[in-house]
């Protein structure tokens, strides 16, 4: 008999493929930062925002004072809590065919891993996405910074959510992903217009320009326009002149209109 999916080992997904995945964010609160930490909440949220999984589970160890300083949560909070081995088969199967985006995505990767090990239980190689270093190479020249920094820096209403709770964290990632993911978009199609722009004004330089004049930076006549100065506006207005450079030598071309 096959094993179910969750234990079978699965080989990392090409980049193109993760863009066919659907997008699942996760986050979790331990019981601390070493090898022997323990995951004792854990939140998985939809790309709509609907919360998937939220639940605490239960850990072997103790939980220091320090780790229940920044989350709030205590060992008699966990009693009643499922056990690992309970949520372990439910949290997989939100994970497959997923891609899932983590704010500090090794950490969170290598609780995961190290809780599933107490109980001899497998974890596929999932697609993941690290929107903590996204983040920071995008706007910050890759120095990264906390969750709660990054909202503030983007001015995002995180006002109704719990910070350092792993559904509430989860939904942060998700607002943060959300800004980034509508400004690349921006980025491109400002990038598209420019590309295409340029085509356009190219589409004015003749194949052969050997018969036209080479205008140097001094003798360019009043009205002309070298190629990054002419707008959209003066493609129909304006026609190639001839050559010319700038002031540092670099070469050019220069139009100028129609009328003249």
């Excluded at 239980?121 to 020249?141: G, H, K, N, S, W």
């Excluded at 120095?143 to 001015?155: D, P, T």
């Excluded at 070298?226 to 003066?234: F, G, I, V």
């Amino acid at each position: 008999m096959e094993p179910p999916w969750f234990l079978r080992k699965a080989a990392l997904k090409p980049i193109e493929e993760t863009r066919m995945l659907k997008p699942v964010y996760f986050d979790t609160e331990t019981t601390g930062l070493g090898s022997d930490a323990e995951i004792i909440q854990i939140g998985v949220v939809g790309a709509d925002g609907t919360v998937l999984m939220d639940t605490l589970v239960q850990c072997q160890g103790e939980i220091p004072e320090s780790a229940t300083a920044v989350h709030g949560i205590t060992k008699a909070d966990l009693v009643g809590a499922p056990t690992w081995p309970e949520v372990h088969e439910q949290l997989m199967a939100h994970f497959d065919g997923a891609l899932v985006k983590i704010y500090n995505a090794s950490y969170d990767r290598r609780l995961l891993q190290q809780t599933a090990e107490r109980y001899e239980l497998e974890v596929p190689q999932l697609a993941t996405q690290c929107i903590m270093r996204r983040y920071a190479d995008l706007y910050f020249d890759g120095q990264w910074m906390s969750l709660v920094n990054a909202c503030g820096y983007e001015r995002i209403d995180v006002s109704d959510i719990k910070a350092h709770d792993a559904a509430g964290d989860c939904e942060m990632t998700r607002r943060l992903d959300a800004i980034m993911s509508a400004d690349e978009l921006r980025r491109q199609a400002r990038a598209e217009y420019r590309d295409r722009l340029l085509a356009q004004k190219m589409a004015l330089v003749p194949g052969d320009i050997s018969g036209y004049p080479d205008f140097r930076q001094v003798s360019r006549p009043l009205g002309f326009k070298t190629l990054s100065q002419l707008r959209k506006r003066d493609l129909d207005n304006y026609e190639f002149a001839g050559r010319c450079c700038d002031t540092y030598g670099n070469p050019g071309y220069l139009f100028k209109p129609k009328d003249q």
